[in-house]
């Protein structure tokens, strides 16, 4: 049962363009929502959250969206950069759970081209 | 203020053996948590532990896995008798307090079985 979603394995984006990772949900008791980076043989970054009450958050170059009546959400870089090729995880945290635990997808390895 | 140490980085075993990984979280975090990441997934949950206690190991096998969290040392997660789907990568991962989405990954431990 994959309550996360990462429909695209890979995404490869010319330096300066923006590039948009898509993650979709399906457990409407999610209350937050992560993005973490990971390079090769390193453990995952926190990027970048959104709380379910809102719609967007914005950090630097990268900004959350969050579509809750269809359960999306996506991850906008601009303007992309080579040192940004990483695998991105989207992440999801059960606020009916009394642990914290994150529910993680399968991941999206973003290129981005010099 | 050093982040999540795992040791070792790469470990070998036979079928049969058994795997002991270790996870030092962040100086002050006293919840740790286990994921684990099988090729070409994403990070699957396995257990919750704060100091002394688990609190939640529904995702652990029911069977050959266990782990602790003493009140002096690293958490310890021990794999008994591997077999080759144990192969994967074991990330730790702390946090500060509970009930939180704010955890740090440490670069995680590849457990080869052969």
Redesign the interface.
């Known amino acids: 049962d994959q309550q ?1 979603k ?1 429909n695209s394995p890979s995404l490869s984006v010319q330096e300066g363009r923006i590039s948009i990772l898509n993650c979709d949900y399906t457990n409407s008791m999610f209350d ?1 929502f ?1 993005w ?1 980076k990971k390079y090769p ?6 990027l970048i ?1 959104i709380s379910s009450i809102k719609d967007k958050n914005e950090d630097g170059r990268f900004t959350v969206f969050l579509n809750k009546s269809a359960k999306h959400l996506s991850l906008h870089i601009v303007p992309s950069q080579p040192g940004d090729s990483a695998v991105y ?1 989207c ?1 999801a ?1 059960d606020g009916s ?11 999206t390895t973003l290129q981005v081209k010099p | 203020n050093a982040g999540v140490m795992q040791n070792p980085r790469h470990l070998v075993r036979r079928r049969g053996q058994e795997a002991r990984l270790r996870c030092s979280p962040m100086k002050g975090h006293s919840h740790v948590y286990w994921y684990r990441q099988l090729p070409e997934e994403g990070l699957k949950f396995m257990v919750y532990l704060q100091k002394e206690n688990i609190i939640d190991e529904s995702g652990m096998p029911k069977e050959r896995f266990s782990a602790e969290f003493p009140k002096e040392g690293p958490s310890i997660l021990r794999i008994q008798q591997v077999v080759r789907g144990d192969s994967a990568a074991y990330f730790c991962a702390s946090s500060p307090r509970a009930l939180t989405y704010e955890q740090y990954f440490g670069p995680g431990t590849r457990l080869t079985v052969t």
């Open positions: 996360v990462q937050y992560l973490y043989a390193e453990g995952p970054t926190f959250s995880f992440a945290r759970s009394n642990t914290g635990k994150l529910i993680f997808g399968q991941g």
